[in-house]
């Protein structure tokens, strides 16, 4: 299986996942000019998630996501609140999740 495939089945797993924890999905691959972010979830009337989703094959690899990802991944979040008031009072959250095959998720809560 290629990467970019493998990559687009992690993030379908990740949205099951937060789909199981009773989140709402609002985006999936949410681009605007500050940047893009995987997935974005609503959870009651009070979090928004910003999820970054890695996948990997192998565990060789422990640099998930760089300064610059979490910077650019934090600009297009800032834009999003900005264009959708209704969200600006909810607590904001970065998670990251890591899909590996044949391993259970490891999901980062407030990764930065």
């Known amino acids: 299986m290629n990467d970019a495939r493998f990559g687009l089945l992690a993030e379908y797993a990740a949205i099951l996942i937060y789909s199981l924890k009773l989140c709402s999905i609002l985006h999936h691959r949410m681009r605007n000019f500050g940047g893009e972010v995987d997935i974005v979830v609503r959870r009651g009337g009070g ?4 999820i970054e989703v890695k996948a990997r094959s192998s565990e060789l690899d422990d640099r998930f996501v760089s300064i610059h990802q979490r910077k650019r991944i934090t600009r297009a979040a800032e834009i999003f609140l900005k264009n959708n008031p209704k969200y600006q009072q909810f607590n904001v959250r970065f998670d ?3 899909i590996r095959p044949y391993k259970l998720p490891m999901i980062i809560k407030n990764a930065w």
């Open 47 to 50: 979090l928004i998630g910003f």
């Open 96 to 98: 990251l999740v890591v």
